[in-house]
Structure formats: structure tokens, C-alpha cells
T-cell receptor, first 113, second 115 residues
Framework: GAGVSQTPSNKVTEKGKYVELRCDPISGHTALYWYRQSLGQGPEFLIYFQGTGAADDSGLPNDRFFAVRPEGSVSTLKIQRTERGDSAVYLC???????????FGPGTRLLVL | GQQLNQSPQSMFIQEGEDVSMNCTSSSIFNTWLWYKQDPGEGPVLLIALYKAGELTSNGRLTAQFGITRKDSFLNISASIPSDVGIYFCAGPAAYSGGGADGLTFGKGTHLIIQP
């Protein structure tokens, strides 16, 4: 079956611009997660959705970061006024309800110039 | 917050050798997960551990959930070239009563196989 998909696979933008990153989870998975991975580091948790609502957004670094999941399936991570320090791989994962094992997408590589 | 410490940071081994790596935490985890990440890809789940003392195998991979619930080990037997990659341990970021939480990851162990 289809795994988690993310688009775009690569995004280059200029400092100060707005970007949207999309995640399409595994069909039927109710939980969706966003992570950020910097070079040489493990993924760092950003936000977690259970259905349409954000159950835990404690990992979002500041108010320039926002995520939505309006219909409980596809999610969009939005970054306003991008900064060079936002450059990283943004990973999305999903899991079935109540499960602790998460399945990751290939990530979006964001480069802010 | 919770931190996971992985060692070694990197390993240079010969094809056919056995590999052992570990992950420790200052706090208790109720679930331990081991992932492998190839360049340009997302992490792929290898093994999940749910009970203290549990020993689980997946082909040539074997992982154990430490009795203290503060550590876990991953072993790879008879390494082959496709084992090259970064291995991460991970666990739920907060105490979980069985539900789903964001994961805390270690910094990874880089496995490099010398020809």
C-alpha cells in the first residue's frame, strides 16, 4: 500500500518568504506528526495531530510555524517570514489510532537563502 | 526534556562483522523504537519494543528493551553493504499510557562498512 507522501521533495526559498509543506499520511491513520531534522541530528518533534485537532504543538519553535489538518487526513505545515535557520529536512509521520509506532515520509528539504 | 544518548556515534566495520549499538536515557521509557535512515530518505522502522526485558528479532537484527527501562540495544549480525546508514533509537516524548505521542530521537549511530 501507499506510504506517507510529502510534497515538494525540495524547496528553495528566500529569507522572509512564506512556504507551505504538504503531508499525505497513510490511509486510515488518525495520528499525524511533523518533525524537523537538521544536519547530523535526529528528528525533532514539532506538532502532533489526532484527527483534525493539534493534540500537542509544544515542539513548534515560534509563532512563525503553524500547521493544519482540516479534514483529518492531509496536513500542511506553514512557515511565515522564513529565516536561514529554518533550513532543514521536514519529516511527516503517521500512525494508527493508539499506536506508538510511526511511519515516516521521505521528507521535504527546505533551503532558505 | 528527555534526551536519548546513542553510542557509538559512528562505526567502521568490515562486511560480515557483527554490530552492536546502544541507547541510554536518564528517564524511563515505556516504548523503544529503532529506525534506520538512508541518505535522502525518511527513517524506516526496524524494531519496536514494548516491555522491559523484551528481546525481539527482525531477520539479522535483534533489539532488547533494558530491564531498567532506561536503555536499549540493537545488534546486527553478519553485516552486509546495505546495512550502511544511520540508526536511531526513539521513544515517546512523554509518559504514555498506551496512546500516541511525539517521539524523542537520539542523534544516531552512523554505520559504515569498509570494503
Amino acid at each position: 500500500g501507499a506510504g506517507v507522501s510529502q510534497t515538494p521533495s525540495n524547496k528553495v526559498t528566500e529569507k522572509g518568504k512564506y512556504v507551505e509543506l504538504r503531508c499525505d499520511p497513510i490511509s486510515g491513520h488518525t495520528a499525524l506528526y511533523w518533525y524537523r531534522q537538521s544536519l547530523g541530528q535526529g528528528p525533532e518533534f514539532l506538532i502532533y495531530f489526532q484527527g483534525t485537532g493539534a493534540a500537542d504543538d509544544s515542539g513548534l519553535p515560534n509563532d512563525r510555524f503553524f500547521a493544519v489538518r482540516p479534514e483529518g487526513s492531509v496536513s500542511t505545515l506553514k512557515i511565515q517570514r522564513t529565516e536561514r535557520g529554518d533550513s532543514a529536512v521536514y519529516l511527516c509521520a503517521s500512525s494508527p489510532e493508539g499506536a506508538e509506532t510511526q511511519y515516516f515520509g521521505p521528507g521535504t528539504r527546505l533551503l532558505v537563502l | 526534556g528527555q534526551q536519548l544518548n546513542q553510542s557509538p556515534q559512528s562505526m567502521f566495520i568490515q562486511e560480515g562483522e557483527d554490530v552492536s549499538m546502544n541507547c541510554t536515557s536518564s528517564s524511563i521509557f515505556n516504548t523503544w523504537l529503532w529506525y534506520k535512515q538512508d541518505p535522502g530518505e525518511g527513517p524506516v522502522l526496524l524494531i519496536a519494543l514494548y516491555k522491559a526485558g523484551e528481546l525481539t528479532s527482525n531477520g539479522r537484527l535483534t533489539a532488547q528493551f533494558g530491564i531498567t527501562r532506561k536503555d536499549s540495544f540493537l545488534n546486527i549480525s553478519a553485516s552486509i553493504p546495505s546495512d550502511v546508514g544511520i540508526y536511531f533509537c526513539a521513544g515517546p516524548a512523554a509518559y504514555s499510557g498506551g496512546g500516541a505521542d511525539g517521539l524523542t530521537f537520539g542523534k544516531g549511530t552512523h554505520l559504515i562498512i569498509q570494503p
